[in-house]
């Protein structure tokens, strides 16, 4: 059985506002990473996300971006106890027009080893997705930043 548990929202936005709330730091640590993004979401890079409720930078590897369509990212595995497993997982942004205002963006986590040792981890991170998602909406649909205060 792979683990991997699929997350996606409607944004009613165009794609190009939706992808860059994603792709541009500045946007992304207004709403989601709230302890700061050190760059852009550029293929090749490796980008420090920190996140206010958790300790620590988190190395972000950029895979594969294709402007306005999907961002795919590898990050460690955790245990499901928040310490490193010791391999990554990857993650797949896509992006979708479903009209000129708005935006199908679908999350997916996949990678993750040993089923029986890894389930409460994918299952924890695919909660964090759905949160990241909904972040994205509020942020981008109403400038809202649904993390402060949420820890």
């Not at 409607?10 to 709230?34: G, H, M, Q, W």
């Not at 700061?36 to 550029?42: E, N, W």
């Not at 797949?92 to 997916?108: C, G, P, Q």
Request: hydrophobic share 40%.
């Amino acid at each position: 059985m792979e683990l991997n548990f699929p997350v996606q929202a409607k944004i009613l936005k165009p794609i190009s506002e939706v992808f860059d709330a994603v792709y541009n730091p500045k946007k992304l640590s207004t709403y989601f990473v709230t302890g700061g993004a050190s760059g852009p979401m550029d293929e090749g890079a490796k980008v420090m996300w920190e996140f206010a409720d958790f300790p620590g930078a988190f190395p972000v590897y950029v895979k594969n971006v294709k402007k306005n369509e999907q961002i795919v990212f590898e990050w460690e595995a955790n245990d499901g106890t928040g310490h490193g497993a010791g391999y990554n997982t990857t993650v797949t942004f896509d992006f979708s027009e479903v009209d000129e205002y708005s935006t199908r963006v679908k999350i997916l986590e996949s990678g993750w080893r040993d089923p029986d040792k890894f389930l409460n981890a994918a299952v924890g991170n695919s909660k964090g997705w759905m949160q990241m998602v909904c972040c994205l909406k509020a942020y981008v649909e109403y400038g809202i930043n649904l993390r402060k205060g949420f820890m």
